[in-house]
């Protein structure tokens, strides 16, 4: 008898294989490794039902069904898993397997990945739980040994199950509600979508838009002092201020009384500090910067690391949260190092060459932390080889940034001097900082980055060592200057910026409590401080914003983000509770209390239902705002008398158009032909049919009348119809000889 494995991922499947003694055999879909078997899913491999999957009148948008009454949510096979969890099911009824490890994600989502299989199958095998963040032979050996009951993670696993019904019953409640609400007012463009996570990221932007646009700017001056010390080191400083000086004439009087005068250096400050080398990429630092250095949209380098690790194995997981690695891999390095040095071997990209060429193994960086890392380590690359000609531009551009991140691991940090002083001059205080590198370190193999000054940081350089003067020590005020300056708003979006800031919405929580529900979030998660949404999720969150044209994003590498009207008018009916990021704090604190079992997943969903019906009540009574305001030049449509024309274009033929009623959805029929782009309301005079038409040699009932194409083509189609009741609809044009011949169209 044996044990059935069953992995969030084939990876992590071919790893634990590693681990397990016995010889091994590969079949479709699993591995055998002495008397286990190790299988594996693609991440979910099962969805949720969809509402029309519950009952059949779901399949029509109506209020009155809202909000949707699930019994028991049901899960059905994602279709291009099908066959894998077959294979999964199949295994679960092998009478030599006797027992089943879960080997999903240390968290609440990879929990519930694979408990949800369990359920699907209905499976009545013992079930234990294998956690693993370290896929090193080693690592694998040492949780084999630390294997627990699952009935252990049943609090996770109702804490997952909660966040993921319940993001179920507020998307598609909320959006079927202020859709079809909207459609009542006459709204014909497109889904209003609304969710947990979508919502408060379009509202940043909106947020962000309207701050921009209502700014106004305000004139203040920058005070900076040029001093002599009395041992002749000339520097320069900045008045200290609490707020900016926005008076000229209080600005000119600090000026006078500054000037000439002599001041005393009270404070000076020396350390010698390190950087150090940037931590390997996660997700969301790799779209970052690839929506910075590539131009590339986050769903874009999303599906190009999915490629780079499924199709050519070059990239460890690519969906990861974390930037530390597991201190197994550093034995691992000298190995993956030699095959980027093979695979990059002809590169002409001199800093990637410099780094493999320079890299020092027995330095080990402080990216080799395994308390550090959380369901998933750094994404690295894994040493596979592999033909880099048969890359893409972008897939060899991200495989560079990431073989660099690694490489990098492998040098010495950055060395400076840091200098601080304080100049006191009348009740005056000036201030001054200056880094002085002693050892480029890493830095040295790296192209200098961009210094992206910031307002509020009006820094002055120095050409003097300020760790030359003496604390204690005067100097000479020799000028002071006014710099007029103006306030600016914080600028635009890029998507650089929108992704960083996901990470950290919790400064923008009114609410204490709410600031602080979201820093407890992620308490313990490196490169997370209160955001909003996953790695994985967030990138799909922005590419639905955009294909729903909530929000624009600008064509050029700088990717500046707009919100559309439509995606500020949606922000301005939307309940309150999604536009902002209360939500996910409050469900935070309904989690912990499913996890610690003193709140039930029924009653945190009874409240969920009860919150969602209440907002339904509301959207009911709502006049959508712009949403709800109809043309002023709409024709009320002849046929109901209630909706009004709308001009849509053919789906089948672009360029045609046409005209049908805004209460198409309530079975108004209307249809008109568009005339120079106005509705043809008067029918069209019927065709004569002239004495001389000839019988449709094709249905032998029909006339032969004479047609002329857009494209001023002249041939002859049948009016007749067929004993089925279908119209002939042939067509026949004249051939050389003067005879009809028909005209067959390719329907491919």
Same mark, same amino acid.
């Given at each position: 008898?044996?044990?059935?494995?069953?992995?969030? /991922?084939?990876?992590?499947?071919?790893?634990?294989?590693?681990?397990?003694?016995?010889?091994?055999?590969?079949?479709?879909?699993?591995? /055998?490794?002495?008397?286990?078997?190790?299988?594996?899913?693609?991440?979910?491999?099962?969805?949720?039902?969809?509402?029309?999957?519950?009952?059949?009148?779901?399949?029509?948008?109506?209020?009155?069904?809202?909000?949707?009454?699930?019994?028991?949510?049901?899960?059905?096979?994602?279709?291009?898993?099908?066959?894998?969890?077959?294979?999964?099911?199949?295994?679960?009824?092998?009478?030599? *397997?006797?027992?089943?490890?879960?080997?999903?994600?240390?968290?609440?989502?990879?929990?519930?990945?694979?408990?949800?299989?369990?359920?699907?199958?209905?499976?009545?095998?013992?079930?234990?739980?294998?956690?693993?963040?370290?896929?090193?032979?080693?690592?694998?050996?040492?949780?084999?040994?630390?294997?627990?009951?699952?009935?252990?993670?049943?609090?996770?696993?109702?804490?997952?199950?909660?966040?993921?019904?319940?993001?179920?019953?507020?998307?598609?409640?909320?959006?079927?509600?202020?859709?079809?609400?909207?459609?009542?007012?006459?709204?014909?463009?497109?889904?209003?979508?609304?969710?947990?996570?979508?919502?408060? *990221?379009?509202?940043?932007v909106v947020n962000r838009d309207q701050e921009n646009e209502n700014f106004k700017s305000l004139e203040y001056f920058a005070i900076s002092g040029e001093f002599k010390s009395f041992d002749g080191i000339e520097f320069r400083a900045n008045l200290k201020v609490d707020d900016k000086i926005t008076d000229r004439e209080i600005a000119q009087n600090i000026a006078k009384e500054c000037?000439?005068?002599?001041?005393?250096?009270?404070?000076?400050?020396?350390?010698?500090?390190?950087?150090?080398?940037?931590?390997?990429?996660?997700?969301?630092?790799?779209?970052?910067?690839?929506?910075?250095?590539?131009?590339?949209? +986050?769903?874009?380098?999303?599906?190009?690391?999915?490629?780079?690790?499924?199709?050519?194995?070059?990239i460890t997981y690519n969906r990861s949260d974390c930037e530390y690695l597991p201190e197994t891999m550093y034995d691992e390095a000298p190995s993956i190092m030699q095959s980027l040095k093979e695979l990059f071997n002809n590169t002409k990209d001199l800093e990637l060459n410099g780094i493999l060429q320079n890299a020092d193994l027995g330095i080990k960086s402080t990216a080799f932390?395994?308390?550090?890392?959380?369901?998933?380590?750094?994404?690295?690359?894994?040493?596979?080889?592999?033909?880099?000609?048969?890359?893409?531009?972008?897939?060899?551009?991200?495989?560079?940034?990431?073989?660099?991140?690694?490489?990098?691991?492998?040098?010495?940090?950055?060395?400076?001097?840091?200098?601080?002083?304080?100049?006191?001059?009348?009740?005056?205080?000036?201030?001054?900082?200056?880094? *002085?590198?002693?050892?480029?370190?890493?830095?040295?193999?790296?192209?200098?980055?961009?210094?992206?000054?910031?307002?509020?940081?009006?820094?002055?350089?120095?050409?003097?060592?300020?760790?030359?003067?003496?604390?204690?020590?005067?100097?000479?005020?020799?000028? *002071?200057?006014?710099?007029?300056?103006?306030?600016?708003?914080? +600028?635009?979006?890029?998507?650089?910026?929108?992704?960083?800031?996901?990470?950290?919405?919790?400064?923008?929580?009114?609410? +204490?409590?709410?600031?602080?529900?979201?820093?407890?979030?992620?308490?313990g998660k490196k490169g997370e401080n209160g955001g909003i949404g996953t790695p994985a999720t967030r990138s799909n969150h922005i590419k639905s914003l955009i294909d729903n044209d909530f929000i624009s994003v600008s064509d050029d590498k700088k990717q500046v983000i707009h919100a559309t009207q439509k995606g500020k008018d949606l922000i301005a009916v939307a309940p309150e509770i999604?536009?902002?990021?209360?939500?996910?704090?409050?469900?935070?604190?309904?989690? /912990?209390?499913?996890?610690?079992?003193?709140?039930?997943?029924?009653?945190?969903?009874?409240?969920?239902?009860?919150?969602?019906?209440?907002?339904?009540?509301?959207?009911?009574?709502?006049?959508?705002?712009?949403?709800?305001?109809?043309?002023?030049?709409?024709?009320?449509?002849?046929?109901?008398?209630?909706?009004?024309?709308?001009?849509?274009?053919?789906?089948?033929?672009?360029?045609?158009?046409?005209?049908?009623?805004?209460?198409?959805?309530?079975?108004?029929?209307?249809?008109?032909?568009?005339?120079?782009?106005?509705?043809?309301?008067?029918?069209?005079?019927?065709?004569?049919?002239?004495?001389?038409?000839?019988?449709?040699?094709?249905?032998?009932?029909?006339?032969?009348?004479?047609?002329?194409?857009?494209?001023?083509?002249?041939?002859?189609?049948?009016?007749?119809?067929?004993?089925?009741?279908?119209?002939?609809?042939?067509?026949?044009?004249?051939?050389?000889?003067?005879?009809?011949?028909?005209?067959?169209?390719?329907?491919?």
């Open positions: 008898m044996g044990r059935l494995f069953i992995a969030e /991922k084939p990876e992590l499947a071919r790893a634990i294989a590693k681990g397990l003694n016995g010889n091994e055999t590969k079949s479709n879909g699993f591995i /055998k490794k002495g008397d286990d078997t190790i299988t594996w899913a693609f991440g979910h491999i099962l969805e949720l039902y969809k509402p029309d999957d519950y009952a059949e009148k779901y399949k029509k948008w109506d209020l009155a069904d809202l909000p949707f009454k699930i019994e028991k949510f049901k899960y059905k096979p994602i279709e291009k898993s099908k066959e894998q969890l077959n294979i999964i099911l199949n295994l679960l009824k092998n009478k030599g *397997i006797n027992e089943v490890v879960h080997c999903g994600d240390a968290d609440d989502e990879g929990q519930i990945l694979v408990d949800e299989i369990l359920q699907y199958a209905n499976n009545k095998l013992p079930v234990k739980r294998l956690l693993i963040n370290d896929l090193s032979e080693a690592g694998i050996k040492k949780e084999l040994n630390n294997i627990r009951s699952n009935d252990d993670f049943y609090g996770l696993s109702q804490r997952g199950f909660a966040r993921s019904l319940a993001d179920w019953i507020v998307g598609l409640n909320l959006t079927r509600a202020y859709t079809v609400t909207a459609r009542k007012k006459g709204y014909q463009d497109g889904v209003l979508n609304l969710g947990r996570v979508q919502t408060p *990221i379009l509202s940043l000037e000439d005068k002599t001041a005393r250096i009270t404070t000076k400050k020396t350390e010698n500090k390190k950087e150090l080398p940037p931590l390997p990429y996660n997700l969301l630092k790799l779209q970052a910067e690839c929506a910075k250095e590539l131009g590339l949209k +986050p769903d874009k380098v999303l599906s190009i690391t999915q490629n780079l690790r499924e199709k050519f194995h070059l932390n395994s308390a550090n890392i959380s369901a998933h380590h750094g994404i690295v690359p894994t040493g596979a080889k592999a033909n880099l000609d048969e890359l893409s531009k972008d897939e060899l551009n991200i495989f560079t940034m990431i073989a660099k991140r690694f490489a990098l691991q492998f040098f010495k940090a950055r060395e400076y001097e840091a200098t601080s002083i304080v100049v006191e001059i009348c009740e005056y205080k000036f201030t001054a900082s200056q880094n *002085i590198t002693t050892d480029l370190g890493f830095a040295f193999y790296l192209k200098p980055q961009k210094d992206e000054k910031n307002d509020k940081n009006d820094e002055v350089e120095n050409t003097s060592r300020l760790a030359d003067l003496l604390e204690g020590s005067t100097a000479d005020c020799i000028k *002071i200057k006014l710099d007029a300056k103006k306030t600016k708003p914080k +600028p635009f979006y890029t998507m650089a910026t929108l992704l960083t800031d996901l990470t950290g919405v919790a400064k923008y929580a009114k609410n +204490p409590n709410i600031k602080k529900l979201l820093l407890e979030k992620d308490q999604l536009t902002s990021v209360d939500m996910t704090a409050l469900w935070f604190e309904k989690q /912990k209390m499913i996890e610690s079992r003193d709140l039930s997943l029924d009653d945190f969903l009874a409240e969920i239902n009860k919150q969602i019906k209440d907002e339904i009540e509301k959207v009911k009574d709502s006049d959508m705002g712009n949403f709800g305001a109809r043309p002023q030049d709409a024709i009320t449509c002849p046929m109901c008398n209630k909706g009004y024309l709308i001009r849509r274009e053919s789906q089948n033929k672009k360029g045609v158009f046409w005209w049908g009623c805004s209460e198409w959805r309530n079975d108004c029929k209307a249809f008109f032909y568009d005339n120079n782009g106005k509705p043809q309301l008067e029918a069209k005079p019927k065709q004569e049919i002239p004495n001389d038409a000839q019988i449709c040699p094709k249905c032998k009932s029909g006339k032969l009348l004479p047609k002329t194409s857009q494209k001023g083509f002249n041939y002859f189609a049948c009016n007749g119809k067929l004993k089925n009741g279908n119209w002939c609809n042939a067509k026949f044009k004249t051939n050389d000889s003067g005879e009809l011949e028909e005209m067959i169209f390719d329907k491919k």
